[in-house]
């Protein structure tokens, strides 16, 4: 009997100790995360209009967040509410739609990586999906039209593809508009059907999963410190050997994309983005301090110019197609933080853009539901 008690004491005494040391463990990885935020943006003249505090609550939101898998995909967890951001029932950021698409309404779905989530937003209306929306409420349509950001961190045309045949064609979409091109050559993905590729998306699902503990960041900071790669441009470099079979890639995905959709009835609008080096921006000083790093990613600039020269490709069966790659030409205000996420204040540029390129075709296609 008291060789029972005796392991019950050893027993108890273990889980309190096992309890503490987890607690202890998680006390230092806040501690840690305060002294060392995981935040690209901070003291960026992208953001010298926000304060301090506001940029680390968007850091914090955004490194919380938690993800799931998808059809073999990564896609963002559904029911996220955060200070910066917000993740609906579906998933996708922002304001909660039902899936059947209501009557009297038009249904725009944004697709792209980081830069169409948002990564550096200060809300989910500054968005490029939520600029878009503003521009297209300021305007009677006759119809009520829905701007769904369906933006995935890290996506390029491989997931943002598989994305959309296999959950977004469930929405009753009436137009797509596409916005990537970074990651698509920046990405080690050709084809994810040999042995090589599908270990790196193995590696990066493992990525996702060491910081999807929202609550609990001792795991996350563990891979921050012994696993991650270091955010820095000096590991920037571009294959440039595969960048033909990425581009030829590019554009049989988005091909099929828009073939599908003359079956499916919607219509896809898609466009190439800009990026730190393309085009004539005029460079504000943190920008310029990012131009010895062009060299590397110089790689990315001529793919984004190769893409550009294969639209006319897409052009065929996509309803509309263009590259933004000078879309911030002679503008001089501070607009990157990386080479190629946005502040809010190109995203509105961008939306406009997106505005213009999508208001005759939403006219087109309703116009044609009225008669």
């Not at 840690?32 to 968007?58: M, S």
């Not at 698409?101 to 725009?108: E, V």
């Not at 994305?163 to 797509?176: A, G, M, W």
């Not at 609008?269 to 921006?281: D, E, R, S, V, W």
Request: proline share 4%; hydrophobic share 35%.
């Amino acid at each position: 009997m008291s060789v029972q008690v005796s392991y019950s004491k050893q027993f108890t005494l273990g889980i309190i100790i096992l309890i503490i040391l987890l607690a202890s463990l998680e006390g230092f990885s806040r501690i840690y995360e305060v002294f060392n935020p995981d935040c690209t943006f901070l003291e960026k003249d992208a953001f010298e209009k926000i304060g301090y505090f506001t940029i680390r609550t968007i850091c914090q939101d955004l490194n919380t967040i938690s993800y799931e898998t998808f059809s073999g995909i990564i896609v963002v967890s559904s029911n996220q509410h955060k200070d910066t951001l917000n993740i609906n029932s579906h998933g996708f950021r922002g304001s909660d739609i039902s899936k059947e698409k209501p009557d009297n309404t038009y249904r725009i779905f944004t697709v792209g990586g980081s830069t169409m989530f948002g990564v550096g937003s200060t809300s989910d209306d500054t968005t490029i999906a939520g600029y878009l929306q503003k521009k297209i409420d300021s305007v009677d349509l006759g119809i009520n039209i829905e701007v769904i950001n369906a933006g995935l961190p890290k996506a390029e045309s491989y997931t943002e593809s598989l994305y959309i045949k296999n959950k977004l064609i469930e929405f009753e979409p009436d137009l797509f508009i596409i916005y990537d091109g970074w990651n698509d050559l920046d990405h080690s993905i050709i084809e994810p059907s040999n042995v090589e590729d599908n270990e790196i998306i193995q590696e990066e699902n493992n990525q996702f999963k060491f910081k999807n503990f929202p609550f609990y960041r001792t795991p996350f900071v563990v891979w921050e410190i012994f696993y991650a790669t270091p955010n820095h441009w000096d590991n920037f470099l571009i294959d440039e050997s595969k960048t033909e079979k990425k581009i030829s890639l590019w554009v049989e995905r988005w091909t099929d994309i828009c073939k599908l959709g003359k079956i499916k009835n919607y219509e896809t609008i898609l466009t190439i983005q800009p990026t730190l080096g393309t085009g004539n921006k005029i460079l504000s000083p943190d920008e310029t301090k990012l131009a010895p790093y062009l060299d590397e990613h110089f790689g990315i600039i001529k793919g984004l110019e190769k893409m550009e020269s294969t639209l006319y490709q897409l052009d065929k069966n996509c309803v509309k197609t263009e590259s933004l790659i000078n879309i911030f030409d002679g503008i001089s205000e501070p607009i990157f933080y990386d080479i190629g996420h946005t502040n809010d204040f190109g995203n509105e540029i961008i939306a406009q853009k997106l505005f213009e390129l999508s208001l005759p075709v939403i006219n087109d296609r309703t116009s044609k539901i009225e008669n």
